[in-house]
Nanobody, 124 residues
Framework: QVQLVESGGGLVQAGNSLRLSCAAS????????MGWFRQAPGKEREFVAA????????RYADSVKGRFTISRDNAKNTVYLQMNSLKPEDTAVYYC?????????????????WGQGTQVIVSS
């Protein structure tokens, strides 16, 4: 069992940065690949970024590639999402998720555990 708690969301002007954190409970955090997803009002949940258990493999949605960076610190049981050059279309609730799958999936249905989400609002 893995419990996830996101933090770091807020209101920011376009062009600025935010860093989201996701703290995980459980002794087996390093065994899980981790992902970040987001959901805007009236839209489906979409993939943002994912990272393998070791941090050696990452994947990004085309919409955030070059602006967002996912990383993890297994000693702190935490995964991060550094978001730079934010745009109004990045406004959404951001969720972190965990999966024991060894690859780095982008499909939300392949993730077993989810946090409650943190709101990000980017004003123009």
């Amino acid at each position: 069992q893995v419990q996830l708690v996101e933090s770091g969301g807020g209101l920011v002007q376009a062009g600025n940065s935010l860093r989201l954190s996701c703290a995980a409970s459980g002794r087996t955090f390093s065994s899980y690949a981790m992902g970040w997803f987001r959901q805007a009002p009236g839209k489906e949940r979409e993939f943002v970024a994912a990272i393998s258990w070791s941090g050696g493999s990452t994947r990004y949605a085309d919409s955030v590639k070059g602006r967002f960076t996912i990383s993890r610190d297994n000693a702190k049981n935490t995964v991060y999402l550094q978001m730079n050059s934010l745009k109004p279309e990045d406004t959404a609730v951001y969720y972190c998720a965990a999966t024991p799958i060894m690859i780095v999936p982008t499909n939300p249905y392949e993730y077993n555990y989810w946090g409650q989400g943190t709101q990000v609002i980017v004003s123009s």
